[in-house]
T-cell receptor, first 113, second 114 residues
């Protein structure tokens, strides 16, 4: 069965370190998204991609970057981790139409000390 | 600006009672609307979606939602709550079809009392 996976599931890091969160999907979807979930805010969009070599900033992109070198993967990098980036991160993917369902990964809980 | 509001961060019902979770969106253009459910320590799962077809949408696990343009609402209901419905529920919207990312409400945590 097709799926979307994230790794690691839990990560503790220190302020200032670079961190990369992995997202891999086997749906063969063109669209991929990264969201962060914080209490009282729901999920907020960090970055998204509509295909290979395409990346776009979301509402809370400061301090984050992504790259899309193939269809299956969209890694999220925190260039210099900050305590404000302690959160749960979700990756999602969908096929081309706006009405298509977004499928979510299980999430990565990141703690920045 | 895109906006979706969920009234009530916590809702508590008794098992067997009606579940009503409220969602309002801000737009003069009918959007695409979604309800997702999140069980503890899991990702989000689609319950149902409105995509400009029938205004009453039926989803999984006995949930349904009605799109009301005049009220800019898309409330989620279930006639009879079950203990397994305890979870967090998110309303989400796509206002601009050229942009496929979701804008989420802040979520409603549903508790079901025995």
């Amino acid at each position: 069965d097709a799926e979307i996976t994230q790794s690691p599931r839990h990560k503790i890091t220190e302020t200032g370190r670079q961190v990369t969160l992995a997202c891999h999907q086997t749906w063969n979807h063109n669209n991929m998204f990264w969201y962060r979930q914080d209490l009282g805010h729901g999920l907020r969009l960090i970055h998204y991609s509509y295909g290979v070599q395409d990346t776009n900033k979301g509402e809370v992109s400061d301090g984050y970057s992504v790259s899309r070198s193939n269809t299956e993967d969209l890694p999220l990098t925190l260039e210099s981790a900050a305590s404000s980036q302690t959160s749960v991160y979700f990756c999602a993917s969908s096929s081309d139409r706006s009405t298509d369902t977004q499928y979510f990964g299980p999430g990565t809980r990141l703690t920045v000390l | 600006a895109q906006s979706v509001t969920q009234l009530g961060s916590h809702v508590s019902v008794s098992e067997g009672a009606l579940v009503l979770l409220r969602c309002n969106y801000s737009s003069s253009v009918p959007p695409y609307l979604f309800w997702y459910v999140q069980y503890p320590n899991q990702g989000l799962q689609l319950l149902l979606k409105y995509t400009s077809a029938a205004t009453l949408v039926k989803g999984i696990n006995g949930f349904e939602a009605e799109f009301k343009k005049s009220e800019t609402s898309f409330h989620l209901t279930k006639p009879s709550a079950h203990m397994s419905d305890a979870a967090e529920y998110f309303c989400a919207v796509i206002m601009d079809t050229g942009r496929r990312a979701l804008t989420f409400g802040s979520g409603t945590r549903l508790q079901v009392q025995p």
